[in-house]
Structures are given as C-alpha cells and as structure tokens.
C-alpha cells in the first residue's frame, strides 16, 4: 500500500457521480481516502450534471473535481466540464474522473489531451492501488490558490462574481490563519461592514436535519423574493487528526441551481468550535457582493455551545425529540439565547411529547408569562424532508417575520400557511416500521412450527406402527393405545390432510399425464420425458420418504412446483411449446431496438422482449442535446420519452398473444412506462380492427378492445 501524501497547503475536492449515473458506491470510497489524504471535500453525490459540478467548484475555489461516471456518455460529460470551466476562466481547475472498464484506453488519452488532468483505469488501479492514484491526484494540485492574480477582485465581488466572491472567501480563510489581508480584500470586507444584511443564524446538533431546513429556507426565499439574492455559508468540522473534512451540506442543497443564490462551506480547521476563523469574513464578503439575506448554519454543537449567536441577527436552533430526558433540556445553551427552536423530523416517534417540554423550557429559559398560549411560543415542528412541509412553511412565515423585526429588512410575502399543524402521515407508519421484523418473525414461527408438527407426526407413526405390529402378533397393551391417541391429539388436522393430499398427488404423477387448472383453464401436461434410450424420466422427481414426520417437513418447508411454499415456479409444470429465453435489448432508438426484438424472436414462436432502457429514461427525464444528456440518450438501453417511441419499439408484435410477454427494467419512471405500454398495446389492437373491419371501432366495440386488452 502507498504512504499517504502530505499536503503543503489547504486542498479542496469536488466530488460526485455523473448525471444519470446512480453508481456511487466509488466515488463514495475515493472521497473518504481524499478526505483522510488531508483534503476538504465538497461531496455532490451522485446524479450531478456538468452545471451543478462546476457552479459547486467554482463557488467552493475548489483546487479540483473528482467524478466517477460507469454509465456511459463520459465522453462528452468530461469534455462539457472542460469547456464550462473555461467559459468561467476557471481552467486552474483540475479534473479527474474514472469509470472503470467502461472508460477505454483510446477514450482516456483521447479526454487527456482535450484537458482532463487523469482519467484512472482498472490498470492505474492495479499498479498504484486506491491511495497511490489518490497521492496523484491530491500532489497535481497542491498549490495556494490564493497566490493567482485575480484582476480587479473588489470589483468582481461587488459585481457578485461567483469565483470572485469565492477567492475572495479563500483570502479571507488565509488571513484568519496569519496572512496578508491585502488592499483588494481590504475594500470588499470595508464594503461588508457597510452594508445592513440581514443574517440568519441555523445551528443545532449533528443529524438534526439542519442542511435540509436551510434549503427549504433557501427554496422558500427564492419563491417568496422574486427579486432578491441570498447566500449560504455552511460550516463543517475539520478532521483532527488528518486535517481533511467532508463538507457535506451542499449535497441536501436543492436549491442551489438558482441563479440568485450563493453558497461557501468552511472548515472548521482547528479552530475547536462550531465556527471557522473566517466566518465572519465570509458574512461580510457575501455582504459585499450584493446579497440581500445570508444564512449562517454551524457545524453540530454540543449542549454549551452558542457562538452563532454573535455573528446573526436571527437564530434558530435546530434539534429533533431524540435529546434524552426533559432535565437534559436545561443544560442546551442555545435554547437560552435561540430566537426560534425547531424541532424537525417531527414524524419520529414522541415529538408530540418533546414539543411540550421543549416549549415549557423555552418558556422557564425566557421568562414568559405561563399565559401566553403554547402555539405563540417560537418552538416549532417541522419535516424538512417532507415537499412543503405546513409546519416548515409557518416556520418559514415566522422566521421571516423576525427577520423584519430585528433588521431593516422590508420585503414581505404572502403567508405560506395558517397554523403551525405539522401532517405527520406517513408512507409507513410508526408502528409498522418493523414490518420486515414482522416478516421474518413469522417465518421462523412458521418453520418452527412445521419441525414442531414433523416431530410429532414421526412420534405418532412410530407409536401407531409398533401397536399394530403387536396387535399382529396377538398382543395388546392399553397403555400404547393411549400413547398412541395421545400423540394423535397433538397433531394439526392440516398436517394430515397434507399428507393424504400428497398420497394422491403422487398418484397423479404415476399416470401419463396431470391436470391442473390456470385462470379456469384446465392445462393437462405429460408427466415425463421419453430420453434417446427409451427411458421415460419423469419431469418432477417425487421425494422417497419412508416416514410421514420427514414427508410433511418437505412439504411444509420445500413441496411441490406449484405448490406452496415452493418458489421456483407457480404451476405444477412448466409449459411446453416455448422456450423461456429472455430476449433481451436495449440500444440507441427504438427502431434499432425493435430491430434487435425482431432478429432474436424471428425463429420462435414466443416472444420474450425483455427491455433495457437507457438512464435518462429510467431517471424519468427527457433527452436532450445538452452534451451531459445527449452523450447517455441511448447508451445502456434504449431511448424512450414519448408514447410513438414506444409504438416504434414493440411495433410488429402482437402484445396481446398468450405467446408473448414484456419486461421491463425500469425505475422511478414505471407508472408512466407502464402507462405507455399499456396504451400501446390498446393502439395495436385498434389498429387490427381497423386492418379487419375498415373503419374506425363505434363506442362500444372501442370499449370491449380497451376492456379485453387490458
């Protein structure tokens, strides 16, 4: 394994996966070994498009971006990210990517040359191993940013250029560690403290839900202020012993594509609280560059920890119910000083209980009159994680309102909701959360019971086999008569009738040939197979148990086809006539799809059609030229945004024959796939009809084709 590089100056990382591209499992791995290297990083996760990438590395002065892409199109998207960064005069910033075996060897040296700093292959992987390729990557970049000539700086700022504000932050960062404040940072700190912005301050304990309040503050405030701007800075801890940091915020941040919004994250570093040195620094520069609201959310504090209050005008501080004991509230500084409390993920069990003495301490801790009603508390519930949560928007309604109280701020919005209630109703209830439990539970009592009812069955028959080989021999005993019914006793009534079923089962399956019944159609199937000897080898080989407690166990825990609890197949047979080979496509345009469907079914009679679909689709979007879109349109699977492109696709076969059937991988999107299909399949037999009658079908007859195909 490699030593660990040894960064010389503060490092910063982007990372994410690329659009359409759910594989994040490595890029989650390279950015934990980046952040152990000593390295801030900026974590997107996965799904990102070139424009969320580069508007995060240019707003986070990132020293470079880090991208896994295993789903096709990277040609293209890495190029994009080239080209993007120049058009912003951020080409300093480096890019590095992988994707496996997927990216190939031509591809590689071919993005290289066009700008890409690495792009790492399983080869690279095997020859310098995960830490070595990540020294690489760390040591191309490892240089003070701050040192780079930034033309008329103060100026850029003002004109709320986003790289300028963002270099402006990182001078800042440097100065608050013992550098320069030079003449240009000078001017825009000095246009900082001129101006009145309001600020407002979201802190609370680790895994509250602050980042995902603070985007629904942020999406509110955009929505509500048309005409304002607004800028974030988020403060995360820096690792003590390495020196790096997952500044993970930016990833709850859905808001952020607005045009009119701003967001920094700092690290900690060093400092030993929940601020960074520079935080105040940071306020004042989004102050200059024409912001007209800041949000300040801290890293997660601990019960004596308040230092944001010092640095906003409004603070709020975020917990959920999950605080331990009521007296564990006396000892939550922030809760004396906070102007609002939230009190998030309120769907968790007990937050009706915690919204109660969460308010009762506020009002000890503020001295309020015990008349003043418990809703006209600032204490509030909310989900963040919930779409337009009720109680997130009165939340929203009163910090604003606060907001107005204690600054200049004027700007005023229609109320997003009329009382404080919180919908607490879920997809899955509290007290079936452990439904999955449940599940397991049952069947272990299941097959519990059935080793159970199999031991008593073999007791029984041992029992009852021995009194008769006496009664043969002429002896009789009372005493084994009465174990004998005994043992009976404890046997279910079920567990024999399984086994008299099973008798005649296996009576059928001596004969030529077995009936069974599909959908109130009687199916009668061979029961075997004549080889090239003449030998007739049956298509189900029954079990030979000579005991009955060891036949009911196979049949409680194994069984029959067709039969429960067996899961290989749901009939007794398999049909005959067909064979069940999955013929699978998935490319480029549903003509070529379609194409592909015809080759491979032309020699059978039933149609398999098993469907791929490409990752725009199956993320539920639309193709589009843009080069981070165009470049997967097609790629993977096939392209499918439109009811005539799935006509195209299953065109020339017939979705209604017993002898066809459809699959389909597909994700987010089913409902409205489904939908496509099931529309298109109505248009088909429409279409015959009007191929069989030559007219269109009358209202009725256009009922009974839409009835019978569905």
């Not at 194409?595 to 539920?620: I, M, P, Q």
């Amino acid at each position: 394994m490699s030593d660990r590089y040894q960064p010389r100056h503060k490092i910063r990382f982007v990372t994410a996966a690329s659009l359409f591209d759910g594989h994040d499992a490595a890029i989650n791995i390279m950015r934990r070994i980046i952040q152990a290297t000593g390295a801030e990083v900026v974590h997107l996760g996965h799904n990102r498009s070139v424009r969320e990438i580069v508007d995060a590395a240019i707003q986070e002065d990132a020293h470079g971006i880090a991208i896994s892409s295993y789903q096709g199109g990277h040609v293209r998207f890495f190029k994009y990210v080239v080209d993007m960064l120049r058009e912003q005069n951020c080409g300093h910033i480096k890019v590095f990517g992988g994707g496996g075996g997927v990216i190939v060897r031509q591809e590689i040296e071919e993005l290289q040359a066009y700008g890409v700093a690495r792009i790492f292959s399983p080869q690279d992987g095997t020859r310098l191993g995960l830490q070595g390729m990540i020294n690489e990557m760390v040591e191309a970049v490892d240089r003070d940013l701050c040192a780079m000539d930034f033309p008329a700086l103060a100026e850029a700022v003002f004109n709320g250029t986003p790289a300028a504000v963002a270099r402006a932050i990182s001078l800042a960062e440097r100065a608050s560690e013992g550098g320069q404040i030079g003449e240009e940072l000078a001017r825009v700190l000095a246009r900082g403290a001129e101006r009145a912005v309001p600020v407002i301050g979201i802190t609370g304990t680790g895994g509250a839900g602050k980042s995902s309040l603070t985007d629904e503050v942020l999406r509110r405030f955009l929505r509500a202020y048309p005409e304002l701007r607004i800028g974030v800075v988020s403060v995360d801890p820096t690792k003590r012993r390495t020196g790096g940091a997952l500044l993970g915020d930016r990833i709850r941040m859905n808001s952020l594509s607005n045009s009119r919004s701003f967001m920094r994250s700092l690290a900690t570093r060093g400092s030993g609280k929940e601020l960074a040195p520079s935080t105040k620094d940071a306020l004042a520069i989004l102050k200059a560059a024409g912001n007209d609201l800041l949000i300040l959310e801290t890293s997660g504090i601990g019960q004596g920890e308040s230092g944001v209050v010092d640095l906003v005008d409004v603070s709020v501080y975020a917990m959920t119910s999950e605080y331990g004991a009521a007296s564990q509230l006396e000892k939550i500084d922030m809760i004396d000083y906070a102007d609002i409390v939230v009190l998030n993920k309120f769907e968790k069990a007990g937050s009706q209980d915690a919204l109660r003495d969460v308010r009762k301490q506020y009002r000890r801790a503020h001295e309020i009159s015990w008349d003043v009603p418990d809703d006209a508390l600032p204490v509030y519930g909310t989900i963040a994680s919930r779409f337009d949560c009720n109680g997130t928007n009165w939340f929203f309604d009163r910090l604003m309102e606060k907001v107005r109280e204690r600054t200049g701020f004027t700007a005023a919005h229609e109320a997003l909701a009329s009382g404080p209630q919180v919908q607490t109703s879920e997809l899955i209830p509290g007290e079936r959360r452990n439904y999955l439990a449940e599940i397991s539970r049952t069947v272990r009592r299941y097959k519990e019971r059935a080793r159970n009812q199999a031991e008593r069955l073999s007791r029984h028959t041992r029992l009852e086999a021995t009194r008769a080989e006496l009664e043969e021999k002429g002896h009789t005993s009372p005493e084994l008569g009465s174990l004998v019914e005994e043992s009976r006793k404890g046997i279910d009534a079920g567990v024999l009738a399984a086994v008299d079923e099973y008798h005649r089962l296996a009576g059928l399956y001596a004969g030529s040939s077995f009936d069974f019944s599909v959908r109130g159609r009687t199916v009668t199937q061979e029961t075997a197979t004549e080889s090239l000897s003449g030998t007739m080898i049956p298509k189900v080989a029954l079990p030979d148990f000579s005991d009955a407690g060891d036949l009911y166990r196979f049949l409680a825990l194994e069984n029959l086809p067709g039969y429960f609890p067996y899961t290989a197949g749901v009939f007794p047979f398999r049909r005959t006539g067909e064979d069940p080979a999955r013929m699978f496509a998935g490319e480029g345009p549903p003509a070529r799809t379609n194409a592909r469907f015809r080759f491979l079914s032309r020699d059978s009679e039933a149609k398999r059609l098993s469907t791929a679909f490409d990752s725009v689709t199956l993320y539920g979007e639309d193709p589009d030229e843009r080069p981070d879109i165009y470049g997967k349109v097609g790629e993977s699977g096939v392209s499918i945004c439109t009811l005539d492109d799935m006509k195209i696709l299953y065109g020339g076969f017939d979705l209604c024959s017993p002898m066809t059937s459809v699959s389909m991988t597909i994700n987010g999107p089913a409902p409205m796939i489904l939908a496509m299909y099931l529309n298109t399949a109505i248009s088909f037999e429409t279409d015959r009809f009007r191929a069989e009658h030559g007219r269109e079908p009358d209202e009725t007859e256009a009922a009974e084709l839409h009835s019978r195909t569905l």
